[in-house]
């Protein structure tokens, strides 16, 4: 099965920061990365898809990139609203497996 | 607007069995893939069922539960089920449903419920 390995497990950054955040799958994938900001006791919420493409409502400084193995999420200014954990989701086949996850708290 | 609302899990002793619902509303349920993921206590999300939204209704599982989970679907009733059998310690975690953004099960997840909490001790 693929595997999907996230980095940082956890990042502190100042307001305003730009933040990145790797994924990366073990064998390639194409775009079928998706991309869930969970916040602290809430539900995932889909933030990206295909890669690369922004889900309605979700603020621009958020944008994702990368196709085969390597893909990055970043938030081009980091928000006190934006603490929260991130993972990415390989789904061109089952397993659907999720990455680890980032936790992004505020310096 | 999108709503997915989970049973209520409970207690469940090692060994026993437990049947999630999800009920769906705000789309039309029958188009598309419907999934059931899982997080324990402090830790990740981790994929457990997806089910597709073609004739056959195919039905895909994460290694750590085959054979004792299963996934089905009730187009009529706008629901989603898992029925858990053989449930052990390491199965304890909120269960969330989650509607796919298309009829194959090979795509992001773009509306999840609230979760529900399955806790598996003696």
């Known amino acids: 099965d693929i595997q999907m390995t996230q980095s940082p497990s956890s990042l502190s950054a100042s307001v305003g920061d730009r933040v990145t955040i790797t994924c990366r799958a073990s064998q390639g994938i194409s775009n079928y990365l998706a991309w869930y900001q969970q916040k602290p006791g809430k539900v995932p919420k889909l933030l990206i898809n295909?890669?690369?493409t922004l889900q309605s409502g979700v603020p621009s400084r958020f944008s994702g990139s990368g196709s085969g193995t390597d893909f990055t999420l970043t938030i081009s200014s980091l928000q006190p609203e934006d603490v929260a954990i991130y993972y990415c989701q390989k789904y061109n086949s089952a397993p659907l497996t999720f990455g680890g996850g980032t936790k992004v708290e505020i310096k | 607007e999108v709503h997915l609302l989970e049973s209520e899990g409970g207690l469940v002793q090692p060994g026993g069995s437990l049947r999630l619902s999800c009920a769906a509303s705000g789309f039309t349920f029958s188009n598309y893939a419907m999934n059931w993921v899982r997080q324990a206590p402090g830790k990740g999300l981790e994929w457990v069922s997806s089910?597709?939204?073609?004739?056959?209704?195919?039905?895909y599982y994460a290694d750590s539960v085959k054979g004792r989970f299963t996934i089905s679907r009730d187009n009529s009733k706008n629901t989603l089920y898992l029925q858990m059998n053989s449930l052990r310690a390491e199965d304890t975690a909120v269960y969330y449903c989650?509607?796919?953004?298309?009829?194959?099960?090979?795509?992001?997840?773009?509306?999840w419920g609230q979760g529900t909490l399955v806790t598996v001790s003696s």
């Open positions: 989650a509607k796919a953004r298309s009829a194959s099960y090979n795509s992001a997840l773009n509306y």
């Open positions: 089910i597709s939204s073609d004739s056959s209704d195919t039905t």
């Open positions: 295909a890669a690369s």
